[in-house]
């Protein structure tokens, strides 16, 4: 399995910008895709990105051109860079691991908190 650490998160008012970060770490980090999510006060756990081994990268339509997922040199994190924060945003944001080979087995972190003020 992986382990992922999230990092990041805070309070910010609206038009801002926030990165977030995933440390991951474990047996052959290569085979994991990975993702965020979020959860917002009495919402359900929603997609925000993800990236995959080759780079490729997906986004919510609610965050297309304003967040950026990213992945270090060494694919041991990932990033989130956050701009143009709404009050929308203001969530439990949490890294997904999900393996490559079979997309059931998954590992999250234990999320950050993002809050944007209007």
């Known amino acids: 399995q992986v382990q992922l650490v999230e990092s990041g998160g805070g309070s910010v008012q609206a038009g801002g910008s926030l990165r977030l970060s995933c440390a991951a770490s474990g047996y052959n980090l290569l085979d994991w895709d990975m993702s965020w999510y979020r959860q917002g006060p009495g919402k359900g756990r929603e997609f925000v990105s993800s990236i995959d081994r080759s780079g490729s990268t997906t986004y919510a339509d609610s965050v297309k051109g304003r967040f950026t997922i990213s992945q270090g040199n060494a694919k041991n994190t990932v990033y989130l860079q956050m701009n143009s924060l709404k009050p929308e945003d203001t969530a439990m944001y949490y890294c997904?691991?999900?393996?490559?080979?079979?997309?059931?087995?998954?590992?999250w972190g234990q999320g950050t908190q993002v809050t944007v003020s209007s």
């Open positions: 997904n691991a999900r393996w490559r080979w079979n997309s059931n087995i998954m590992s």
